[in-house]
């Protein structure tokens, strides 16, 4: 016997450490990490993107106030201190469809390495954390990979390498990152209904100079969503006319 299922089955967000889908960025000082992140952020001007870091502060004050402060153009500077709790910073990164991460003090579930020779000693330290590794950026051409990267993952060389001044190329990548888990979202027009309280067909209200139906779609096609109708298909008219007769 089938076992009875209240609630419709459905897929979880598949979230990351941090944030619904994130990448670390480790190999080298924060500087160029922070420098690299905010080019490709002006690449990536259509999304909402955050940067999660730490503070490079020796002391830290007592968190009595959280300051949130707002620009007239939409920017939001968040300054405050606290522990931190994957599951809040979940809640927190809810609302970006990407967010970095500063991997020289936090993993991410994927990571961009880069090469910096100066930093070899760093990235040995935190080779365990380079477990889904998506592209490497060399600061320099002729870095040659590091003999203990090669030896944990043979297939290393085979993994795409940028430059670091290669922006949009690097930016080209985290795009197709994001558009990975991003899910597909499309627009549906309800226009089914009988509308027998109102005598009329809802959807043919003239508004704003056309049919409400058609207005309700182009605002949806205008935030590029695919959009549809949800209209009754000629076999329910016909039972519904049936039934009405048979009564």
């Avoid at 944030?19 to 160029?32: F, H, M, S, W, Y």
């Avoid at 606290?82 to 970006?96: E, I, M, P, S, T």
């Avoid at 991003?182 to 627009?187: F, I, L, N, P």
Wanted: net charge positive; hydrophobic share 30%; charged share 25%.
């Amino acid at each position: 016997m089938k076992k009875h299922s209240k609630h419709t089955k459905l897929e979880r967000r598949n979230n990351d450490n941090f944030a619904p889908n994130e990448i670390a960025i480790l190999g080298t000082n924060c500087g160029n990490i922070s420098d690299l992140v905010s080019k490709v952020s002006q690449q990536l001007f259509n999304y909402k993107l955050g940067y999660f870091d730490a503070s490079h502060a020796k002391e830290v004050e007592k968190n009595i106030l959280s300051e949130y402060v707002f620009h007239h153009e939409g920017n939001l500077q968040i300054t405050t201190s606290g522990a931190v709790n994957k599951f809040k910073q979940r809640l927190d990164f809810a609302q970006y469809d990407f967010v970095f991460i500063n991997g020289n003090h936090y993993q991410g579930s994927k990571q961009i390495l880069i090469l910096d020779k100066t930093k070899e000693a760093s990235v040995l330290k935190r080779l365990k954390q380079l477990d889904n590794i998506q592209f490497i950026v060399k600061l320099k051409s002729e870095t040659e990979y590091f003999s203990f990267l090669e030896e944990e993952y043979p297939q290393i060389k085979n993994i795409p390498c940028y430059h670091i001044n290669e922006i949009e190329v690097i930016s080209n990548h985290i795009n197709k990152l994001i558009q990975e888990k991003t899910a597909t979202v499309k627009g549906l027009v309800l226009v089914g209904g009988k509308s027998t309280r109102m005598g009329q067909d809802k959807s043919q209200l003239n508004y704003y100079g056309k049919p409400q139906k058609e207005y309700v779609k182009e605002l949806l096609e205008n935030n590029n969503l695919d959009t549809f109708y949800s209209v009754q298909n000629s076999s329910e008219k016909k039972m519904r006319f049936q039934i009405s007769l048979s009564i």
